[in-house]
C-alpha cells in the first residue's frame, strides 16, 4: 500500500488514525505542541488535557490509533509497601537479582510465568518493576487485549523506554534498531536500486533535522506518539506507578542525534553492520537498507519474518554495545506481560530466535537481555498441551534460579534451552492470611473481617486475584462485622454480592467468571457449568460436551487443577462459580448428575456413584451405601470414602446458615434411637454442609463432626482407633495450608 493508500485508508471510530507509520516524526507532526507552545496539563504523565490516559491499539491492518480511557476506571492500585506482587513468588525476585548482576555475555533463560488469568502474573510483573526499577533500565509492555502492536513497533517502544538516563549508569543508544525501522517504515519511491540508495541518504537527512529541532532522535518521536501502549500491569501500586512515570519523563528527554557527530558517519557505520548481516543479500550498506524497505513494503510473508528477524538482532547488537562501554549496566530488564496473544507469542518467537541465532548459530556473546514474560496459555510452539512433546518439566517458583535453570536447561543446540517455564502456584493460607491483614487490617471497621482468611482460602483455593476479588467485595459491601449466624447467612450467598470496578458494577460471580473464562462464548461457559458437576473433568466433556475441542481449551488455559494426568480437576474457585451457575437451573442440575450417577454405576465405581447421587438430595441412599460398607472394610478406608462422597456439591437453600441447614436434612426419627445407620446419617449430612465454605463458613459443624466419630467408635467392636484420630482431627481441627484437600 502507497503512502497515499493509507493517508486516505477509513479511519477507526473508537481513537484517531496514526497508520502504519506512526513512529515518524512527519506522521506525528500535527501532534506535537510547537516550540515554546506550553503543554496541557498531565501532558508529561501521558495524559490530555481531559485527564484521559491515550492507549494506543492497532487496527486489524497494523495501523495504530489512539484510544482513551478514564483513569477513573480500571482495575484498583495497590498502595506502596504492601508487598504482595511478590508474595509466594520470592524464588522470581531472586532469579531476576542474578540474572541483573551476571556478566553481561553470559547466558540468561527466558523466563515464563504461567498459570491462569488471575494467577498473579500482572502482580510479579509490578512488584519487579518497583524493585529493579530505580536501579536498572526496564521495560514493560502489555501484550493484551483483541489487538496489539506488531513485534517491530514493540521492539521501538522497548528500546525507548531503556533509554532512560539512571544516576548510576550512562544513558543507552538504539542507533542500529533505529536505523533499521526508519529505513523500513515509509515506502521509497525509486526506479532502480541505485536511485533508491539516494532516496535513503536524502530522506534520513531530512529526519535527522526534523528529528533534532522537535525529538533529539528517532525513537524519542516514536515514543512521544506511542507510549499510551506501554501501559502498566493489572493491580500495580502506587509505588509501581510513580516509577514508570518518572521513567516516562525521563525518556523523553533530548537525546543527541541518530547520525550526529561527523555528517553521515553514524549513518555509514549503521548501514554497515546491515551491509554485513547474514540476512541480507546485498553487501552494500545503502542497498541493505533499501533491501529492508523493500521487505517491509513489497514482501512476502517469509521476507516480513526475516525484517523482523533483522531488527530484533539489531536490537540485540545495540544492547551488548551499550554494554561494552564504561559506567553501563551488566544487563536490562524487560518485563512481557500477557505474551499469549498473537502477537505477544510474535515477538517471543522472533526474540528466542534472534538469541539463538546469534548465540549459538554465530557463535556471538550472549545478549544482556534479562527477560520475564507472562502467558495465560500454553504456547502453541511447545507441542500439545499435554507436554509430552517437549522436553521441559515446568518448575516452581519458589526455587527458581539461574542454577535450577542451567541444570534442567535441554541441549543448548536446541532453541528450547533458552525457556525457563515457571508454574505459578496459588497462594498458601499463610500467604492469603498476610494479604488479608495488610489490605483490611489496618482499618479499625474491617479488621474483625480478617478472621475470614480459612474461609477466604477455601473458597477462591489462593487464586490471587480470586482473593482481591473476594476482599473487595467484603471491603465495598461488608458482612456483619460479628461472626455468628447473621454473618453465615451474609457469606452465603457471596456469589451474588455486587463487585464495584470503577463506574461499572456487577455480582462477584459475573465478574470473576467474565475474567477466566473470557475466550468462552455463552454457549461454552452453559457447557462448561453442566460439565463442573464431575470432580473428573475429563469424563464430564466426553459425556455433556458437543465440542470435542474443549477440554484441551480448558487445559491450555492452565485451569485444571493438579496433575492432570491422574484426575483433571476444574480450578476449585472456577469450579464453585459454575456451579453457583448450575444451581441456579435446578432442573439441569439433577439431570446431570443423574447422568454422570448413572455413568459410574455402568463403571462398577460406588463412591463416584454415591458422591452425585448425594448433589441430588439422596441422603438415605448415601447412608445405606455408607452403612453397608462399614462393616465390610477397614475403617481408614471408610473415612476416606465417606469424605470423597460427602464432598459432592449441593443445591441447598441459600437463605439459611449451617445449622439451619443441616437442620433441614436430618433424618426424623421417633425415640430418637442412636443406631450406626441413623449416626452415618448424620455424618453424611453434617459433613455434606461442613466441606461447602459457603454453607459453613466458619466451619461450626466440626464439633459435631468430632462427636459422631465418637459415637461410632462405640458401635464399633474393632478398628477403632481410626475413628479416635478421625473425632480428634475434626475437634482440634487446623486448617491446612494449601487447598484442594476437599474432594
Not at 525501522?181 to 526534523?210: C, K, N
Not at 457469606?491 to 454480592?497: I, N, Q
Not at 441413623?678 to 465454605?693: A, E, G, K, M, N
Not at 464439633?703 to 484420630?725: C, E, H, K, P
Request: aromatic residues 8%; charged residues 25%.
Amino acid at each position: 500500500m502507497s503512502v497515499a493508500q493509507r493517508r486516505s485508508a477509513p479511519r477507526p471510530r473508537s481513537g484517531r488514525l496514526l497508520g502504519p507509520h506512526v513512529a515518524t516524526p512527519s506522521s506525528s507532526a500535527s501532534r506535537e505542541p510547537a516550540a515554546g507552545r506550553p503543554r496541557p496539563a498531565g501532558a508529561a504523565e501521558g495524559k490530555d488535557s481531559s485527564g484521559r490516559n491515550p492507549c494506543l491499539t492497532a487496527a486489524g491492518d497494523g495501523s495504530l490509533y489512539f484510544s482513551e480511557t478514564s483513569s477513573r476506571g480500571g482495575s484498583s492500585v495497590m498502595e506502596p509497601g504492601t508487598g504482595m506482587g511478590l508474595r509466594g513468588r520470592s524464588g522470581i525476585l531472586s532469579l531476576v537479582d542474578a540474572c541483573l548482576k551476571e556478566d553481561p555475555a553470559a547466558e540468561r533463560p527466558l523466563t515464563v510465568l504461567l498459570g491462569p488469568a488471575g494467577s498473579g502474573a500482572s502482580e510479579a510483573h509490578s512488584a519487579l518493576m518497583e524493585r529493579f526499577g530505580p536501579d536498572y533500565p526496564f521495560a514493560f509492555v502489555n501484550f493484551g487485549g483483541a489487538q496489539s502492536l506488531l513485534p517491530r513497533y514493540a521492539l521501538g517502544l522497548l528500546a525507548r523506554q531503556l533509554e532512560r538516563k539512571l544516576p548510576r549508569y550512562g544513558r543507552s543508544h538504539f542507533p542500529l534498531l533505529s536505523l533499521g525501522l526508519l529505513a523500513s517504515d515509509q515506502e521509497l519511491r525509486m526506479r532502480s536500486l541505485p536511485d533508491g540508495r539516494r532516496v535513503v541518504r536524502r530522506q534520513l537527512d531530512r529526519f535527522q533535522e526534523e528529528n533534532e529541532a522537535r525529538h533529539g532522535d528517532y525513537l524519542a518521536a516514536f515514543f512521544e506518539v506511542a507510549m499510551g501502549a506501554v501501559g502498566m500491569p493489572e493491580g500495580a501500586s502506587t509505588a509501581a506507578h510513580a516509577l514508570f512515570q518518572d521513567a516516562l519523563r525521563r525518556g523523553r528527554r533530548t537525546m543527541p542525534g541518530l547520525f550526529g557527530g561527523r555528517p553521515g558517519s553514524r549513518l555509514t557505520a549503521g548501514a554497515t553492520w546491515y551491509g554485513r548481516h547474514p540476512m541480507t543479500r546485498s553487501a552494500d550498506p545503502m542497498e541493505a537498507l533499501v533491501e529492508l524497505n523493500l521487505w517491509r513494503h513489497e514482501g512476502d510473508e517469509n521476507e516480513q519474518e526475516r525484517l523482523d528477524l533483522v531488527l530484533f538482532s539489531a536490537f540485540l547488537e545495540d544492547l551488548r554495545r551499550n554494554t561494552a562501554r564504561n559506567f553501563m549496566p551488566r544487563s536490562y530488564l524487560l518485563l512481557l506481560d500477557n505474551s499469549h496473544t498473537e502477537y505477544g507469542r510474535r515477538f517471543l518467537d522472533l526474540l528466542l530466535r534472534a538469541r539463538h541465532d546469534e548465540t549459538v548459530v554465530a557463535g556471538h556473546a550472549s545478549d544482556p537481555l534479562t527477560v520475564v514474560a507472562s502467558s495465560n496459555r500454553w504456547l502453541p510452539r511447545w507441542g500439545p498441551a499435554t507436554g509430552e512433546s517437549w522436553p521441559w518439566q515446568l518448575r516452581g517458583p519458589d526455587r527458581a534460579s539461574l542454577a535450577d535453570w542451567n541444570a534442567h536447561r535441554p541441549t543448548r543446540d536446541s532453541e528450547d534451552s533458552w525457556w525457563y517455564p515457571l508454574r505459578l502456584r496459588d497462594l498458601n493460607l499463610d500467604e492469603v492470611r498476610i494479604r488479608i491483614e495488610l489490605q483490611l487490617g489496618g482499618n479499625s471497621d474491617l479488621a474483625p473481617l480478617t478472621r475470614l482468611t480459612p474461609f477466604v482460602h477455601r473458597l477462591t483455593g489462593g487464586l490471587p486475584r480470586a482473593v482481591h476479588q473476594v476482599l473487595d467485595v467484603l471491603r465495598q459491601t461488608g458482612p456483619p462485622r460479628e461472626s455468628g449466624p447473621q454473618q453465615d447467612r451474609w457469606l452465603r450467598t457471596l456469589p451474588d454480592r455486587p463487585l464495584r470496578a470503577g463506574e461499572d458494577s456487577a455480582s462477584l460471580a459475573d465478574t470473576a467468571l467474565g475474567h477466566l473464562l473470557r475466550d468462552f462464548d455463552g454457549t461454552q461457559r452453559a457447557t462448561l457449568a453442566e460439565c463442573a458437576a464431575a470432580r473428573d473433568f475429563s469424563v464430564a466433556t466426553r459425556l455433556l460436551s458437543p465440542d470435542d475441542s474443549l477440554f484441551g481449551d480448558v487445559r491450555s488455559r492452565w485451569l485444571l487443577n493438579g496433575p492432570v494426568a491422574v484426575v483433571p480437576v476444574l480450578h476449585p474457585w472456577l469450579r464453585r462459580l459454575l456451579l453457583w451457575r448450575l444451581a441456579a437451573r435446578p432442573d439441569r442440575w439433577d439431570a446431570v448428575h443423574e447422568l454422570l450417577a448413572e455413568y459410574y454405576r455402568g463403571e462398577g465405581k460406588p463412591v463416584q456413584e454415591m458422591y452425585h447421587q448425594l448433589a441430588r438430595g439422596r441422603t438415605e441412599e448415601v447412608t445405606a451405601h455408607l452403612a453397608r460398607r462399614f462393616i465390610a472394610v477397614p475403617a481408614a478406608q471408610w473415612i476416606s470414602e465417606l469424605d470423597a462422597i460427602t464432598a459432592a456439591p449441593n443445591r441447598l437453600p441459600p437463605d439459611s446458615g449451617p445449622l439451619e441447614l443441616l437442620a433441614g436434612l436430618v433424618q426424623r426419627r421417633p425415640g430418637r434411637v442412636m443406631d450406626t445407620e441413623s449416626v452415618i446419617h448424620t455424618l453424611v449430612t453434617t459433613r455434606w454442609v461442613w466441606s461447602d465454605p459457603l454453607a459453613d463458613p466458619a466451619m461450626r459443624l466440626g464439633d459435631l463432626m468430632a462427636d459422631g466419630y465418637t459415637q461410632l467408635s462405640q458401635l464399633r467392636r474393632n478398628d477403632i482407633v481410626a475413628l479416635f484420630n478421625e473425632a480428634e482431627r475434626y475437634r482440634h481441627w487446623r486448617d491446612p495450608q494449601t487447598a484442594g484437600w476437599e474432594g
